[in-house]
């Protein structure tokens, strides 16, 4: 195979999601010598991919009609995800596996996080605590240490094994007097910190990954939630809903859920 030069971004990784029907008419055809042929060559594949550098591979059973069979991938290098999707969805044979959904995005830093610059301020302004003090400079000490965790968990996080993922692509609204990007950066930013605090109440029930897709695939953004029940995962997008982000300026796309589980124990579930 010819080398091809890695595609990287400046920052972060490529992430993919891929949603699959299973044609059991198509698999029906395979002989028992064939079956066993095609599935351990899909869970070769998976060991190969988590081999990888920087590289998570997170399987799904989708619990809905809308797909059977799920994969996320994230990796940096573009080359790679293309050659493993692609691998990914032909590894049990021609015509088993069907696309039905299918998302590139990559992880991202938000612009809307609180500077040095403005979380000194709240601290010499709103809690009196003077610069180059001792308290000022451990409280400025232990927010670096918040943010730098924060931004590795943007960049290149550490996908959960929770049981129950969420996924669905989203984008900010352009309709009139509802114009997302007509609003000046300070109001967008107050806004999603009222956003962000509704989030940070499930804290420790439910993790959220929000990866960019402008330019890249048809919505803005594409949101992966997880959780140990369907109950916190359903509320915490019904409670968002309600924010004035979402209520005025949020449109959604397709929700997915899917079940994380062992390669075996999925393809006992799909009858293979």
């Not at 042929?37 to 591979?57: D, G």
């Not at 007509?182 to 420790?204: E, N």
Request: glycine share 6%.
């Amino acid at each position: 195979m010819q080398e091809t030069p890695a595609i990287m971004p400046n920052e972060g990784l490529h992430v993919v999601h891929l949603f699959f029907r299973v044609e059991h008419s198509q698999w029906e055809l395979l002989d028992t010598k064939g079956r066993i042929a095609a599935k351990t060559a899909l869970a070769e594949l998976v060991r190969e991919i988590r081999a990888l550098p920087q590289t998570q591979l997170l399987l799904f059973s989708m619990a809905t009609p809308k797909a059977d069979i799920g994969f996320m991938l994230l990796t940096p290098d573009l080359q790679v995800a293309d050659a493993m999707a692609k691998r990914l969805a032909l590894a049990l044979g021609p015509d088993i596996l069907t696309p039905t959904f299918t998302w590139l995005s990559l992880t991202e830093r938000s612009e809307y996080t609180t500077s040095e610059e403005e979380y000194a301020a709240t601290l010499q302004h709103e809690e009196g605590i003077a610069p180059g003090s001792p308290e000022f400079t451990e409280k400025m000490d232990a927010f670096r240490a918040r943010m730098a965790k924060y931004l590795q968990d943007r960049l290149y996080p550490n996908m959960p094994d929770w049981p129950v993922a969420c996924l669905y692509p989203m984008s900010k609204r352009r309709a009139p007097g509802q114009n997302w990007y007509a609003l000046d950066f300070d109001t967008r930013k107050k806004l999603m910190a009222g956003h962000a605090r509704v989030g940070r109440t499930y804290a420790g029930r439910v993790r959220q990954l929000i990866t960019g897709s402008t330019g890249l695939d048809d919505d803005e953004w594409f949101v992966t939630l997880f959780a140990h029940t369907t109950s916190e995962l359903k509320s915490i997008v019904y409670e968002m809903r309600f924010d004035e982000v979402s209520a005025q300026y949020a449109d959604f796309g397709e929700f997915l859920i899917g079940i994380q589980l062992p390669l075996d124990t999925l393809y006992a579930r799909l009858n293979l």
